[in-house]
């Protein structure tokens, strides 16, 4: 029995420790960036030191925005096709408080109403 922990100790002790055991770029799987000369806009940088005095220069994107679609653009035929649904079938929603129903059926109605429970039914 000392023999095989004897063995077992001798191959743990060939089996060199890796390096990625002790190296934390595995663990957080960063990818440096090369160095950036004249594409920085230093408008949109900012120096940031950590607790152990490391200097960081982080630059913000800058975003492009789409323009905002403008009421005036939409016209009366897209919103007759999409409210068409509405109209061709007969859904209604429901919003149920402790007292209150309320009930909305597009084109129909809207109701309000207490449902009572009549006793023996």
């Known amino acids: 029995m000392v023999l095989f922990f004897q063995i077992i100790y001798t191959i743990l002790c060939l089996i060199p420790l890796s390096n990625t055991i002790l190296e934390d770029d595995i663990l957080y799987d960063i990818k440096w960036q090369p160095e ?3 594409s920085i806009d230093l408008d949109n940088s900012y120096t940031f030191a950590s607790k152990r005095k490391e200097n960081y220069l982080c630059t913000l994107p800058i975003v492009q925005t789409t ?3 403008s009421m005036d653009t939409v016209l009366l035929s897209d919103i007759e096709r999409l409210l068409e649904n509405l109209h061709s079938k007969t859904s209604c ?3 149920l408080d402790p007292y209150w ?3 909305l059926c597009h084109g129909i ?3 309000q109403y207490h449902d009572t ?3 023996g039914k």
């Open 36 to 38: 950036l000369t004249s």
């Open 109 to 111: 109605h809207v109701r």
């Open 93 to 95: 929603v429901y919003r």
């Open 117 to 119: 429970k009549v006793a």
């Open 101 to 103: 129903t309320y009930e």
């Open 67 to 69: 323009v905002p679609v």
